[in-house]
């Protein structure tokens, strides 16, 4: 029976790593991430079943969430994860013990949480949480508003740029955040004003790729080969242009870059007519697809998808695309996460 419980825990930590890791994948769709995350929630259920006590040879994660550590904002923060997983831990834990997110909301007290809180709250809890973000964390409030589509907050949002007491980091925030609220903004502009404020997120630069015009998206492609080549080769698969696919296949010959080409090429063709290039097995195609001018995603032209049908069958980096080209579409709407909890929510109002 010991060896039963110690095989229990062995199965949950091998479950939640490969969670951890899915969401660098370019080959997992929602449906195998939600079977993923039930099969995963499962087995901590029957842990929290049999192995209530705390046990010194169980994973510490494991023994946070039986024991309910994970319970309290400030612990589950001091975890030693990166952001993403203690949100992922925390929604693991509402659904094993049938909660809803409120119960983390309701802790919301210190700007230190506030990060936290912005990836885990949704749109009907953001306009509470808005307000009381004002009060000691401006650069999260300003966060929250563009993240869920709170568009009644557009006109406070704009009072806020001629706030001259506002740090250069906070003030390209509110205008990425007014972006996302349907103000036309240039995209190289919000661009060049977060990495100057260092905080340029990869999620940033992929919505605002995908806004750009071609014109903006090879001056932003550029600029990042000057400085970020890694982040460059992410904004060209986003970027959705053909025209980059010859490059990215040189790059990818670097074993140093070889997993981001790739992976931008994924993004771009779909992962068969991307192996298929990185193999040599379609120099025709691989001219074809150079010749295109329309961007694309997934191997089709932007203009002609079923984004919905895209958030279902894409891989992270296309559901994320389908996701930020709808709320573009329909200012308003709050962005999805494709890596959270279930996969996320597809925009709606």
């Known amino acids: 029976m010991m060896q039963t419980f110690t095989d229990l825990a062995e199965r949950s930590n091998l479950l939640w790593l490969q969670r951890v890791r899915l969401g660098s994948s370019d080959y997992i769709t929602l449906s195998q991430l939600q079977q993923h995350d039930y099969r995963l929630l499962q087995s901590v259920r029957l ?57 983390y909301f309701e802790q919301y007290c210190r700007p230190e949480q506030s990060q936290f809180i912005c990836l885990l709250a949704d749109k009907p809890a953001a306009g509470r949480l808005f307000r009381a973000m004002q009060d000691f964390d401006i650069r999260s409030a300003i966060q929250i508003a ?18 001259n ?38 999620r940033q630069l992929q919505l605002l790729l995908l806004g750009a015009s071609a014109e903006h998206k090879v001056r932003i ?32 010959r670097e074993p140093a870059h070889h997993a981001a080409a790739q992976s931008a090429l994924i993004t771009m063709l779909g992962a068969l007519a991307a192996d298929n290039l990185l193999n040599g097995k379609a120099a025709e195609q691989s001219q074809h697809v150079a010749d295109t001018i329309e961007p694309l995603l997934g ?51």
Request: net charge negative.
């Open 47 to 103: 842990c929290q079943r049999y192995l209530r006590q705390q046990r010194d040879d169980m994973p510490f994660w494991l023994n946070a969430v039986l024991n309910n550590h994970v319970a309290e904002l400030d612990k589950i923060l001091a975890l030693p994860f990166a952001l993403s997983a203690q949100v992922l831990l925390a929604e693991l834990w509402l659904a094993l013990q049938q909660k809803n997110k409120a119960h």
């Open 146 to 163: 563009g993240h869920s589509g709170l568009t009644m907050q557009r006109a406070a949002l704009q009072q806020l740029a001629a706030d």
């Open 165 to 202: 007491t506002l740090d250069t980091a906070s003030l390209a925030e509110l205008n990425y955040s007014l972006y996302l609220l349907g103000h036309h903004i240039d995209e190289y502009d919000i661009v060049q004003q977060l990495q100057s404020a260092e905080c340029l997120t990869p």
């Open 221 to 252: 492609v550029n600029a990042l080969c000057i400085s970020d080549i890694a982040l460059a080769v992410n904004a060209m698969g986003f970027s959705g242009l053909a025209k980059f696919c010859p490059l990215l296949l040189e790059i990818a």
């Open 299 to 349: 191997g089709q032209l932007q203009s002609r998808l079923n984004l919905a049908a895209c958030w279902l069958s894409g891989n992270q980096y296309q559901r994320f695309a389908a996701a930020a080209l709808q709320v573009m579409q329909q200012p308003g709407l709050a962005l999805a996460e494709p890596n959270n909890w279930q996969g996320g929510v597809w925009p709606t109002a």
